[in-house]
Structures are given as C-alpha cells and as structure tokens.
C-alpha cells in the first residue's frame, strides 16, 4: 500500500529528549495537514545499552500520548545520524480517510493494521524482547517469537511477511567463532524453515545496531483479489540465499556441517491492477558473490546505485507484471547506512545526483561484511 515519507531533524541541538521533542512536535504538525502516521523509525546516537532502554522508555511514553488509541508502528535503533544530531526520524504516512487504520499491541510492541481493497497489511516495529544484549541467539530467538505471535494474533504467519528488517547489535563481532550476523541467519533460517511454506522470501535488510540484541521490524501483507507478489532478481548479483560457504563468516551453528545463507530477496514486488510497489532490500556492492571497491566509498556507492537501479529498471518490472506498456517509477524512499561518520557528506553528494528531490535518511552502521562500506535500500512506486 503506497506510503509518504517525511524525514525529520531537531530544529536546534539539545540533549536526546529535547532533539526528540522537536521531531516530534513535526510530526504532528504533518498529522494536523491530513496524513495519518502508521510508522515511525526513530534513530539514536546513545552511549550504552542502559540508556538507550531509557530512553527508548521515554520515547514510547511520548508517542503512545500523543497517539492513543492510533499509535503508529514504532521502532527505535542506536544507528546515529549525521553528527551533531543525536536523534532523527523517518515516518511513513498515509492519508487521512484513504484507508481503515487500527492501533494495537501486543506484548507492549505497538503494531499498525491497515485494510483497504488490496489486502489487510501488519505494519510493526522494535520487536524484541531487549532482555539479551549479549546473546545474538536468545535475542533472535525471542524476537521471532514475537514477531509469529503477533501474526498468529491477526490471523496471519511469516507467510504473509514481505518486508523485514533485521537489526543485529555488533552485527561483525565474533565470539569463540561465531559470528553474530550468521548466528542471526541460523535462527532465521530455522525459523522460515518451520513457520514459511511458500516459495521465496521476504524482502529484507540485515544491518547493525550498537550495543546488542535484535530487533526486527515487519511488513505482513495478505492480499486480496488481483493482487499479487512477485521477487526481483538482480543478474548481476547471486541471489543472497544461493551464497557460498566462502562469503559466510564465522563457524555454522552447532551440530550443523554448514552455515546457512541469509534468506532474503534482492527486491519484492507487490502488484494491484496497474499499480505497484517495488521493496529494494538492502543492497551494497556486490556483483555475483564477491565485494567490489574495497576500501573506496565511492565506488562501492556508485556500484551499489547501479545494482538498485538494475532492480528498479522498468523494462523487467513490465515483463514482471506481464504488461506491454512501461512503466513510470517514482522512488518515495531510500535509507542509507554508512560505516564511517566520514563519509557522510561524499555518499550524500553521489546519492542526491541520482536521486535528487527523494526523502533519504544517513546514518551510521555497521554493514554485514567487513569491507563494506555503505549499504542503501530504497522504496518504489510504479504506475
């Protein structure tokens, strides 16, 4: 179901709860103009994992006052966003009146129902139960638990998801040979493998986080009619679940031969009638399996625009959606992770040439391998 995306930033530096109240009082100024909010990503810079549960506390108090009944979908990561800010936020909308919208919750994880002529769609965010900073598989563990009970809840299952995004805390660090990314992508795959009987996977994002844990958030849709999902495939790139051992860092869970690769497609389409949109998963420079540009941020940003535009290229997506005539795309998002501070201001410079007048969001993180530097994922409307 289409979005509009706003970013916000605090109009003048403060300490992280006044920077919050700013974007926050934005945010409903946005409301007041005739958009209902249904998702709020808001980004930190935090010290340590005490104070971002605190201030996590804070920032969830605030939302559910000045929302009630109509909270949106709310996640809250320690990914900073360009210094000298310590908070921004990127909101999804949609208009007011355009479509039944239902505020729940579930274990204190405020979720987002959206029913219109398409489907009924789950929109939720910050699933975790924050209780294992230090262990990746516990916190996994317990954060698909949550994210199967609150499908089961509206009558749904990780069948319906079709977008998720994957927040590991030290997403590189390796402990007595494991890495915490491949641990995360053993318990996703046992997850799918018990809760998933279609074919594919979701689109996704798996990308770090400071200071622990996991925290996943969704997009569940079950359509209805005509409408339809379809996968993207870039063929320049090895479909993720395809890569080899050699690309998988860090041992295989244990009692398991090999390491399983993270499960997820490079793009999803999600088709109703003449429209559509496109879900860009995470996606870096790589081309078949392998890094390109290492140690240089400007080409492994160049090479990661031209593998987003070879998903987004509106010749296949017309083949995809079986129709003669091409389509015009317009992109209503991108989110843009980068590993150093450093290099905000070159990414932005090349993202804004071929992006221009597009809703983006920097911030700081760590990438799913070692020599990347920045990763993008995008949001696209065809029509």
Not at 366 to 376: F, K, S, T
Request: glycine share 6%; with cysteine; proline share 4%.
């Amino acid at each position: 179901m289409p979005k509009t995306y706003f970013i916000y930033y605090p109009l003048t530096e403060g300490c992280i709860e006044e920077e919050w109240k700013q974007c926050l009082k934005q945010i409903e100024n946005t409301r007041k103009s005739g958009y209902t909010p249904v998702k709020l990503n808001i980004f930190t810079d935090l010290p340590d994992f005490e104070t971002f549960l605190s201030v996590r506390q804070f920032i969830t108090d605030s939302v559910f006052d000045a929302f009630g009944s109509k909270c949106p979908a709310l996640s809250i990561t320690v990914q900073p966003p360009e210094k000298k800010w310590k908070v921004a936020v990127e909101a999804a909308f949609i208009g007011t009146g355009s479509k039944d919208v239902t505020g729940n919750s579930y274990n204190s994880v405020p979720y987002v129902i959206l029913e219109s002529e398409s489907g009924k769609e789950i929109l939720a965010g910050g699933v975790s139960s924050y209780l294992y900073p230090d262990d990746t598989r516990k916190a996994a563990e317990k954060a698909f638990d949550l994210m199967v009970d609150i499908l089961d809840k509206e009558k749904m299952s990780l069948n319906h998801i079709v977008r998720q995004w994957n927040y590991v805390g030290d997403i590189l660090k390796v402990k007595d040979g494991y890495q915490n990314y491949q641990i995360f992508n053993e318990v996703r795959s046992e997850y799918y493998h018990h809760h998933r009987n279609v074919k594919g996977y979701p689109a996704a994002t798996g990308i770090g986080i400071k200071h622990g844990g996991v925290i996943l958030d969704f997009c569940a849709l079950s359509p209805a009619g005509s409408a339809t999902i379809k996968s993207v495939n870039n063929p320049n790139q090895v479909n993720a679940y395809d890569y080899g051992q050699q690309v998988l860092m860090g041992m295989s869970g244990k009692g398991k031969t090999v390491k399983h690769p993270p499960q997820f497609e490079r793009g999803l389409l999600l088709i109703n009638n003449r429209d559509a949109t496109l879900y860009i998963s995470g996606t870096a420079a790589i081309i078949g399996q392998e890094t390109i540009g290492k140690n240089d941020v400007e080409k492994q940003t160049i090479v990661t625009i031209e593998n987003i535009k070879k998903l987004s290229d509106t010749e296949r997506i017309s083949q995809l959606m079986l129709s003669p005539v091409l389509f015009n795309e317009k992109y209503s998002l991108l989110r843009i992770y980068i590993k150093r501070q450093n290099d905000f201001n070159l990414v932005r410079q090349i993202c804004s040439e071929h992006f221009p007048q597009i809703p983006a969001i920097y911030l700081e993180a760590d990438i799913c391998r070692n020599d990347l530097l920045v990763e993008i994922e995008a949001e696209v409307e065809l029509k």
